[in-house]
């Protein structure tokens, strides 16, 4: 019997103006959004990047290059729903913290938790999503873009 595997998945992307904030596959209301090869959602990344990481599988970049075409504008939720299927064990549960002054998320957290939890094919309640701001230091606190960190565990066999 195998213990459980922890991963940990880190993000940024830059604001850019005429963009869609997309956050855990919920389109976000704001006067921005974030810039990137694909549809630049931050906290989909993290958390792939964390569920990379429990099983041994490298990271987003070698899986998904944003020098390939194929992911110019990706659906980032559709990447999690393939790295779901490559992991090789259960997800346990998903953990995840977003840095960012604007917008609140509070209002969308349940939405992120049930696309993120849907994809992974596990109950909402195993994705939590948390928000936090920067109290105004440094990228995040100039607004210059949005940060997202997350932890995953794999179940053990
Ligand atoms: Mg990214």
Redesign the pocket.
Known sequence: MSAPRVGIGY???RFGAGRPLILGGVLIPHDRGLT???D???LT??VIDALLGAAGLTD??ALFP?TEAAYAGAD?IGLLGEVAGRLGAPVGNVDATVVLERPRLGPHREAMRARLAEALGVPAGRVNVKATTNEGMGFVGREEGVAALAVAVLAGD
């Open positions: 993000d940024s992307h990137g090869h694909s630049a959602d931050v990344h993290a987003i970049g944003d980032s």
